[in-house]
């Protein structure tokens, strides 16, 4: 009998961990969960869940002004933001409780405070107490990145911005990745003045060009700001409590907000990984091989914090297939091919596969097929507003290796969607097959 005292410790009770655990725990194992924050991490914390339902809060802007062209009439449009970001926190909250009752349903044993390794089989917990297991799981995902210039700590980060006392009616965000604009349209729609400052050229790094180029054309239509190809030098307070932000090149912005969305990095730093002998790159990812194994026997690791797929379906696949291999005796594996995505912003977009770019360079001839309408909403709405749909070919077998949409219910309708491309589906499986009218989806078999 062994003299550990649990079977798997987790450093983590975010979305992968909390699979593994719950999973491993199904599988017999004695578990524990440290987790020094609150049960369920960063998407149902502070991420995705919370900002989705922003997301929600700030379609009513659209909407309501929308309404009068469907008869609708309503004397008085007004946001009250403490009214919508307390609900939400409300909704974090119970979550929150949900996650915990997985853990105490499962008989999982949950250590409230930090852990650092201090060997391959043992923690210290913050209160000085070390806990042994025979096997750990590091789960601690990633934070947000703050950049190293003069009054950085004057601006936030995605952690702090559902917290917010009131709405700034002046906010800079700099980034142009999903988060950047994401955050930008919710915070336009609700009414805030919004410029978005962006070092590189170009929106959404990763994303097909024709959706990113027609994000930027929609958001300049509605208003948005952006600074392209710069990035911030220095933030200064002034006397009356605003923010000057100062630009490589000269310029400088006034605001009541400034939003750091540059990326996220691995949460490994004071996790102790050096005094197990844990390797790490150079962002200070933890190196792993398929099967979520470090370098040292016994140490695994899933999620952000090793810095492949930064998306929380991905950890939750990958907390399954480790404790599944581990404690269930059935060896899996991740497919990261094919992986979807989305961009909640207004619109949003979603895309699965191969992008035009990615396409030509890895299979050399493919044929394109793009639909670009109003939506009929739109046009009622009296609203120039276009969804673009793009299908990506391969010429030589009519497989469709990419999908590419922006446009009211994107993500909604390419999930269904991304199952035929993860299936090799050709074109003309989707010519077969008869549209449902009237529809958004239905541009999907409609395109020529």
């Known amino acids: 009998m062994d003299t550990f005292d649990h079977d798997l410790l987790v450093i983590g009770a975010g979305s992968?961990?909390?699979?593994?655990?719950?999973?491993?725990?199904?599988?017999?194992?004695?578990?524990?969960?440290?987790?020094?924050?609150?049960?369920?991490?960063?998407?149902?914390?502070?991420?995705?869940?919370?900002?989705?339902?922003?997301?929600?809060?700030?379609?009513?802007?659209?909407?309501?002004?929308?309404?009068?062209?469907?008869?609708?009439?309503?004397?008085?449009?007004?946001?009250?933001?403490?009214?919508?970001?307390?609900?939400?926190?409300?909704?974090?909250?119970?979550?929150?409780?949900?996650?915990?009752?997985?853990?105490?349903?499962?008989?999982?044993?949950?250590?409230?405070?930090?852990?650092?390794?201090t060997g391959p089989h043992q923690v210290r917990l913050q209160s000085g107490r070390t806990v042994s297991a025979k096997v750990i799981l590091v789960a601690t995902g990633a934070t947000p990145t703050v950049p190293s210039i003069p009054g950085a700590a004057l601006g936030?980060?995605?952690?702090?911005?559902?917290?917010?006392?009131?709405?700034?009616?002046?906010?800079?965000?700099?980034?142009?990745?999903?988060?950047?604009?994401?955050?930008?349209?919710?915070?336009?729609?609700?009414?805030?003045?919004?410029?978005?400052?962006?070092?590189?050229?170009?929106?959404?790094?990763g994303y097909d060009t024709a959706l990113s180029d027609r994000l930027l054309q929609i958001s300049l239509a509605k208003g948005l700001q952006f600074r392209f190809n710069t990035a911030l030098e220095?933030?200064?307070?002034?006397?009356?409590?605003?923010?000057r932000v100062?630009?490589?090149?000269?310029?400088?912005?006034?605001?009541?907000?400034?939003?750091?969305?540059?990326?996220?990095?691995p949460c490994t730093a004071g996790l102790g990984l050096e005094n197990a002998g844990v390797a790490v790159d150079a962002r200070g990812a933890i190196r792993v091989d398929d099967h979520q194994r470090t370098n040292v026997p016994g140490i695994y690791a899933v999620g952000d914090v090793t810095d492949r797929v930064q998306l929380t379906p991905v950890a939750i696949r990958e907390g399954q297939a480790f404790a599944d291999t581990v404690f269930g005796g059935r060896p899996r594996t991740v497919d990261y091919r094919c992986i979807p995505s989305a961009v909640f912003s207004q619109?949003?977009?979603?895309?699965?596969?191969?992008?035009?770019?990615?396409?030509?360079?890895?299979?050399?001839?493919?044929?394109?097929?793009t639909g670009d309408f109003r939506p009929m909403a739109n046009v009622l709405a009296d609203r120039s507003e276009r969804a673009l749909y793009k299908m990506v070919v391969?010429?030589?077998?009519?497989?469709?290796?990419?999908?590419?949409?922006?446009?009211?219910?994107?993500?909604?309708?390419?999930?269904?969607?991304?199952?035929a491309v993860k299936a090799g589906l050709t074109k003309q499986a989707f010519d077969d097959t008869v549209a449902l009218h009237p529809s958004m989806a239905e541009e999907l078999v409609l395109l020529r």
Request: aromatic letters at 6%; a neutral charge; glycine letters at 10%.
């Open 246 to 265: 100062q630009l490589q090149g000269g310029e400088a912005l006034d605001c009541d907000l400034l939003l750091f969305a540059i990326g996220r990095q």
């Open 394 to 419: 391969d010429a030589s077998t009519d497989r469709v290796v990419g999908l590419h949409m922006i446009g009211p219910d994107a993500p909604e309708i390419l999930q269904a969607a991304a199952v």
């Open 347 to 369: 619109p949003p977009l979603a895309a699965v596969g191969l992008t035009e770019a990615q396409a030509r360079q890895q299979l050399g001839a493919v044929k394109v097929y």
């Open 234 to 243: 220095r933030v200064d307070r002034a006397a009356d409590g605003s923010l």
């Open 156 to 205: 936030i980060t995605s952690n702090e911005v559902f917290h917010l006392p009131r709405l700034p009616p002046r906010i800079v965000i700099a980034g142009g990745g999903y988060i950047a604009n994401e955050f930008a349209g919710i915070f336009h729609a609700l009414g805030a003045d919004v410029t978005l400052v962006h070092r590189s050229g170009r929106l959404l790094r």
């Open 16 to 117: 992968g961990g909390v699979r593994a655990a719950r999973v491993a725990a199904a599988h017999g194992a004695r578990v524990a969960v440290a987790e020094e924050h609150r049960v369920g991490g960063t998407c149902v914390i502070r991420g995705c869940v919370p900002k989705k339902l922003l997301v929600h809060g700030a379609h009513f802007a659209e909407d309501l002004r929308d309404a009068a062209r469907f008869g609708w009439h309503l004397s008085e449009r007004r946001f009250d933001w403490p009214v919508l970001r307390d609900h939400v926190l409300a909704e974090v909250d119970r979550l929150n409780g949900l996650y915990r009752q997985t853990l105490d349903h499962h008989a999982i044993t949950l250590l409230p405070e930090r852990a650092v390794l």
